[in-house]
């Protein structure tokens, strides 16, 4: 595969690009010509050719070199064009007559053999050009080459494939004997373009204007597509009152309007019959008429109806509901129409205006819209519940995480494809047609006005429907709603924590204890020397020999055990003899805490909004074991399930010991109660790990200065940010003020100085790796001495060794113990080179244990090695 093109600025340099500079061609477009003449050879045999479109100039350098000596070359252009050798141009809009004129006076009574068009919409010179689509302006070029050409003449033209691309084949097709499509290699295949050869023109003596008139060439398809354009007065209904997705005009403007702006009269909306249409099709409604100035100042004319006439295309649905009735009431005021009756009788009466079966009909699609809206909550509503029971199924089976229903839950919320943003146009579609959502929108994209509320679709509240609904229905939509919202924010923001690599690794952490922090080595039995299992921790053994001094290099290991109290030798032998059992004891108290931590968070999980109405039933017992996992014994979990308790106990007594008491001083709902052990906290943090922020630790530098003092900074806590209720505020909104609405406290250079030396003091500890190796091996080594003491003991006791014999027995025993292992035997390792490659047996001059290798083999291995990893990797996802 070749490279991939570039596409922008410089990038569009391509092979064809570069040739025309070669052969001082002024467009690489000179090769679609040359490509197009070498497979119709339509220029040798010309003798004259007008060129439309032809700026700068580059199929007129092809025809002047092509074409043969004295023959007539006309190019026109909207631009100058350069001179060129053997060529007339001039500048001119090939869509008026001036351009027409201009060539006739040229030609005079010639007629031309080929008529090329490569034109193309100037997109951004003129507006009016910008809309003048690329269809119309072959059409005229066509026109130009029927007035122009000779019988049996070509005409080239460029076209893109749209929608109208059909329609001129067709109108070609009636010109000319042959009409080809070609599309040349020098054209890029990501261009649309696509070339059109017509040879031999048929030169009808009467030609159909309506073949050259785009209203009528364009005409039929746009009556059979108008369905997809929007554009058909259906469509302008549904427009208004079941706004679909906005469809962008990509096929062009309609015929003759080439303006966005449309204003249509007072009178025609009130006499006319098709109102929705016509509300759908202008941007205002003018009162200019004398007649219309009247119905200006009629009762029944409300100013909202007035402020809805000025601009039609910020409306909602009420509002064009409004304007329907303010014309219904108007026609009976001015007798148009009669007072129609209520709808069900109207379904029987046979002979009604056709405005009424209009009203009726647009009261019947209505009621269904609405009916099948509210089918369609019921429906998302029951979907989102079974959902919710199906994950709540698979937590209590252990299938899943808590974490696992936020991604499930906004999966189905958000819909797929949509986890890069909190994508609230996602969520308003399908938190249904709520009007909270669009108190949200408005805030994101009122601008658009009427498009936004066209790409809204259902979106759109239909005012009438939630005026039906009882208030408490709506307060219930509403709370839904939120709660809703919540749950998706909440899922959002998992989804960012998530891709957050620190938030990751504490997570793994939290739900694998083991990882956190390395226990050291658990006593299996005496002769095992399989050091995986651990138990200790380096930190425990650093702080085991802090507490009994760094000199007892020998002893520290042995204190590694949880219990600080037991100091000797011995105590922890026995510890370590009896630690089969109190293991099996432990894994399966760790095990239960472990399953409580699932069931606090699950709890936690579930006690969101959003599982609110959801029948659970959480077994008594796990809640019961709260308290077990207080008492837990492990040091970390006892820490966590301090918070824990500490919470469910609060949790708890609120619920049970205390009634709770609405604020008597409105002030008091200032104060930020929830936090209200926040100083603590961060106290016991400090404590723990010394000041972390530069902020911190640069109001320590001042006040150790005493350029502040303790008065004066908390004098400075109380700012604008400090007293602001977060009450009733949803949660995305605290979070966003949590980041940006704060105080910005000074912060010196010797503050982060500080903080980074002490960062780097910190990096330069031996990793946790090494230190854990030290640990082992000094493990080793103790349980190497023990045997051997033991062994001695037995050496001491026998009856039947002479003293001496004792004595060197018990020394030998020693040196073994304090030995470092049995030494490892040295293999040699022997490279197989030249002729000795893949010899067997043993190579001459070789002595002891010896292992062959050969280059192959390196390869081998490091292949198997790479092999081993990829599986091992693959089974791990
Ligand atoms: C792709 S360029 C033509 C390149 C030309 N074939 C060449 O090889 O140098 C399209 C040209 O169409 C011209 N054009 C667009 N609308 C026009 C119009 N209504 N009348 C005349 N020229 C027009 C533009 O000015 C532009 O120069």
């Known amino acids: 595969m070749g490279k991939a093109q570039k596409k922008t600025g410089k990038g569009r340099i391509d092979k064809y690009y570069k040739l025309a500079k070669e052969q001082g061609y002024r467009a690489r477009s000179a090769f679609k010509l040359i490509q197009l003449n070498k497979k119709y050879n339509f220029l040798e045999s010309a003798r004259c050719c007008i060129d439309l479109c032809a700026a700068p100039g580059g199929w007129l350098q092809v025809a002047s070199k092509y074409m043969p000596q004295n023959s007539v070359i006309v190019g026109v252009d909207l631009v100058p064009i350069k001179p060129i050798p053997r060529v007339v141009s001039f500048t001119s809009d090939i869509t008026t007559p001036q351009c027409r004129n201009l060539i006739r006076g040229e030609l005079k009574d010639w007629k031309a053999d080929v008529v090329l068009h490569d034109g193309a919409p100037n997109v951004g010179t003129a507006w009016v050009q910008d809309a003048y689509s690329q269809s119309e302006l072959v059409l005229m070029s066509l026109k130009l080459a029927v007035e122009f050409l000779i019988k049996g003449g070509t005409f080239i033209t460029k076209v893109f494939r749209s929608a109208d691309y059909n329609s001129l084949l067709w109108v070609f097709g009636q010109l000319f004997a ?33 073949f050259l008139d785009p209203k009528h060439v364009f005409k039929m398809l746009s009556s059979s597509s108008s369905v997809d354009k929007g554009a058909s007065s259906n469509n302008f209904q549904a427009n208004v009152f079941q706004p679909e997705k906005k469809r962008r ?7 003759g309007d080439y303006t966005l702006f449309k204003e249509g009269t007072a009178a025609d909306f009130i006499r006319g019959m098709d109102p929705v249409s016509f509300l759908g099709s202008v941007n205002k409604i003018s009162f200019k008429a004398d007649e219309e100035q009247e119905w200006r100042s009629l009762d029944l004319t409300k100013p909202e109806v007035l402020a809805n006439c000025e601009d039609l295309k910020v409306l909602g649905k009420g509002d064009f509901k409004a304007l329907i009735r303010w014309r219904t009431a108007l026609r009976e005021e001015l007798g148009l129409d009669v007072k129609t009756k209520p709808t069900e009788e109207l379904t029987e009466t046979v002979e009604v205006t056709e405005e009424v079966d209009e009203e009726q009909q647009i009261q019947e699609e209505l009621e269904r819209l609405n009916a099948e809206s509210a089918a369609r909550r019921k429906r998302e509503r029951r979907r989102g519940n079974e959902v919710k029971q199906r994950t709540i199924q698979r937590m209590q089976l252990q299938m899943t995480a808590p974490l696992d229903i936020g991604l499930e839950f906004q999966d189905q919320s958000l819909g797929l494809g949509q986890d890069d943003v909190l994508d609230l146009e996602m969520s308003k579609k399908q938190l249904g047609k709520q009007k909270t959502y669009v108190d949200l929108v408005s805030l994101v994209d009122d601008k658009d006005g009427f498009e936004s509320d066209e790409e809204e679709q259902g979106g759109e509240v239909m005012d009438e429907d939630e005026g039906n609904l009882d ?7 509403v709370d839904e709603l939120e709660a809703e919202l919540d749950g998706l924010y909440d899922a959002y923001q998992e989804r960012l924590n998530e891709r957050d690599a620190k938030y990751r690794v504490k997570e793994a952490r939290r739900k694998d204890k083991s990882r956190e922090e390395w226990h050291g080595f658990q006593r299996q039995d005496d002769d095992s020397d399989d050091s995986e299992e651990s138990e200790g921790g380096y930190d425990v053994v650093q702080a085991a020999k802090a507490r009994f001094g760094e000199d007892s290099d020998s002893d520290w290991g042995s204190e590694s055990g949880d219990d600080p109290d037991t100091s000797s030798n011995g105590g922890n032998l026995k510890r370590w003899r009896g630690a089969d059992a109190e293991t099996d004891e432990r894994k399966s108290k760790k095990a239960k805490t472990e399953q409580l931590e699932t069931s606090w968070a699950t709890s936690m999980w579930f006690d969101q909004d959003v599982f609110a109405g959801v029948d659970m039933t959480v077994s008594d017992d796990e809640h019961g074991d709260e308290g077990m996992h207080v008492e837990s014994d492990d040091e970390d979990v006892d820490e966590e399930g301090g918070e824990n308790a500490a919470q469910s106990e609060a949790s708890e007594s609120s619920e049970d010991d205390f009634e709770v008491v609405p604020p008597e001083d409105q002030d008091e709902q200032m104060w930020d109660v929830e936090h209200e052990d926040q100083d603590e906290i961060n106290q016991s943090k400090i404590k723990k790990y010394g000041l972390l922020t530069e902020e911190a630790v640069s109001i320590a530098h001042r006040l150790v200065n005493r350029e502040t003092t303790k008065t004066h900074l908390i004098n400075d806590g109380f700012n604008r940010y400090s007293l602001n209720s977060k009450e009733g505020l949803p949660a995305w909104f605290l979070d966003d003020e949590g980041k940006h609405y704060k105080s910005n406290i000074p912060i010196t250079k010797e503050a982060v100085d500080a903080l980074r030396a002490r960062q780097r003091a910190l990096d330069a500890r031996p990793i946790k790796k090494i230190a854990e190796a030290k640990a082992r091996k000094k493990l080793k080594a103790t349980q190497r001495l023990e045997k051997a003491m033991k062994k001695a003991e037995g050496v001491q006791d026998a009856s039947d060794l002479s003293e001496r014999a004792k004595a060197q027995q018990i020394e030998k025993l020693m040196r073994r113990g304090v030995s470092k292992g049995k030494p490892k035997k040295d293999i040699k390792v022997v490279v197989a080179k030249g002729s000795h490659k893949g010899l067997k047996g043993r190579p001459k001059g070789v002595k002891g244990r010896y292992k062959m290798v050969d280059s192959r083999m390196k390869k081998e291995v490091r292949a198997a090695k790479r092999k081993d990893k990829a599986s091992k990797k693959r089974k791990s996802r």
Do not use: H
Not at 181 to 188: C, N, Q, V
């Open 471 to 477: 208030p408490d229905d709506q307060n219930m939509k």
């Open 249 to 255: 005009r990509r096929d062009g403007y309609e015929d």
């Open 178 to 210: 042959k009409v080809e499509a070609t599309k040349p290699p020098s054209s890029r295949n990501v261009s649309a373009e696509i070339f059109v050869v017509c040879r031999d023109f048929l030169a009808p003596k009467q030609i159909d204007p309506k």
